[in-house]
């Protein structure tokens, strides 16, 4: 959890964030927000108050204390559910037999013989349907 002076510090920076706002108390409008923020740990404190993605890009008004806590604790959920995820179980290729390797081996043998038997041109030739210098070009 940040220090006191750590939330005071990023709390006027959030607060600053809106040029304009004038709120009718302003230390006081800082000192709750401070204390909104120092429930929460520093690495969401410093998201919520990076001008680059935090809160301040979200609203075009100041936030209230229930905004910064509803944005705090929804970033916090996220990085809950990120530390609990696992990714899921990996089938590893399996591995193939000789058999089928062999079984492999035959077919492509007798489909290069059968393209090759076609016109009697080579099996590049044939796939591509055109004489072999041709296809090289």
């Known amino acids: 959890m940040p220090t006191s002076t750590y939330a005071l510090t990023a709390a006027k920076q959030l607060v600053e964030s809106w040029p304009h706002a004038q709120p009718p108390g302003p230390k006081v409008y800082a000192a709750a927000i401070a204390a909104t923020l120092a429930k929460y740990p520093v690495a969401v404190v410093a998201e919520c108050c990076d001008p680059r993605g935090g809160l301040a890009l979200d609203r075009e008004f100041p936030p209230t204390v229930k905004a910064v806590a509803d944005w705090c604790d929804a970033r916090l959920q996220h990085y809950e559910l990120l530390s609990r995820w696992k990714p899921k179980d990996e089938k590893a290729e399996r591995e193939f037999s000789d058999e089928e390797r062999a079984m492999a081996r035959r077919f492509l043998a007798d489909l290069a013989a059968e393209l090759k038997s076609r016109n009697g041109m080579p099996v590049a030739s ?10 090289a070009e």
């Not at 044939?126 to 296809?135: F, K, M, W």
């Open 126 to 135: 044939a796939l591509t349907g055109q004489p072999q210098r041709e296809a």
